[in-house]
Structure formats: C-alpha cells, structure tokens
C-alpha cells in the first residue's frame, strides 16, 4: 500500500484533473442532447471543509447535490452541486420547460440533474484515474434537494474527521448562458 494525501497536491495536477474533466464533461453531455456545450474551469482549489457551505453561497443556500460513492484505490465520495436558479435554467436548456424552483421539479427534473451529476462526476473521476493511474469505482448517483448545510452534512459527518479540505472545482458550462455548478471531491487518506 501507499500513502497519498489530496491536501498537498500539487496545484497543476488538480487544476489538469478539472481542466480534463471538464472536457470530457462537455463532449458527454454535447452528445447527450445533440449540441455543443461549452465548459469553463474558473475556479480548482482545496477547500477547507468548513467553509464549504460559504463557498456555494452560504448554507441556507437551496440547492440539488448528486452524491457518488467511490471505491478502489482511493475510497470517500464525490458531489455534484447545483444552485437553484443554475438547476432550474439547466432543465429549461435542456428540456425547453421553465421551473419556478427546486420545489417544482418533478420526476423527470431531477432524473435530468442527477444525470448531468454523474456525467460530471465520472468525467472528473476519469480524469483523476487518468492522471494519477488510479484505480476508482463510483457507485450509483444520489441526488437531494436541500439547503447547503444540510446537503454537505453527509461528507461532513462521514469523513470530517479524516481531513480538513476537499478538493473544490468551480465550472460553467452552456453557450450563451452560463450555468455554474460545484464539484466536490472528499477523499479517504489512503494508508
């Protein structure tokens, strides 16, 4: 076994991950609805875990969160992030429907951005594989509707204890409106 720890990673390498994952993020989710999306990376850095909530604009933020658990050389879980309003334009782009709120979403809302997370995640999760010659299994996505803190409780709760920070990517993607969404990774120390 070896030991790897995401807080002292080389900056480069986290920003290659999300800037890989992010193309193979677009070139999915073009083919997915036949289009060309557009991604963009402002943003790749490690987070401190309690300031989290802050980062995606405050824990009584409402948002809808895509969950994946991961096994294999590195084990802890990864989350897909969306904003209310950023959710609600993604399922009128998509689907050509305007949604008022998350509260209004139905069935096929959701299954739309739980989706969109996986894509997102897998893509990240690829790169991540890719790069540092890991091998990562995801599970089947989750996804919630909830206030940040609440969404971010379960990473917390789980893995709080391991580490302090997370590695946090911003990313955009759409053509002429942006639509921002949050990829969290919270590994486990690998011992």
């Known amino acids: 076994m070896y030991s790897y720890s995401f807080n002292y990673m080389d900056p480069d390498v986290l920003k290659e ?28 850095n490690m987070q401190d875990f309690n300031q989290l909530a802050y980062a995606i604009n405050g824990p009584e933020n409402i948002v809808i969160a895509v969950l994946v658990y991961i096994t294999g050389d590195i084990s802890g879980m990864v989350m897909y992030v969306m904003e209310e309003e950023s959710a609600c334009t993604l399922v009128d782009l998509m689907m050509h429907k305007k949604v008022a709120d998350l509260q209004s979403f139905d069935e096929m809302d959701v299954s739309l951005i739980t989706e969109v997370g996986n894509i997102l995640c897998s893509s990240y999760l690829s790169a991540l594989s890719t790069l540092l010659n890991l091998k990562i299994r995801p599970s089947v996505p989750s996804p919630s509707i909830d206030m940040a803190a609440a969404v971010l409780s379960v990473p917390a709760i789980e893995f709080g204890k391991i580490g302090d920070k997370v590695l946090f990517i911003k990313s955009n993607f759409g053509a002429e409106q942006k639509v921002p969404g949050y990829f969290i990774l919270v590994p486990e120390v690998i011992e």
């Open 17 to 44: 991950v999300a800037n890989i994952g992010t193309g193979n993020a677009a070139t999915s989710l073009s083919k997915m609805i036949g289009a060309t999306i557009r991604m963009t990376v402002p943003e790749v």
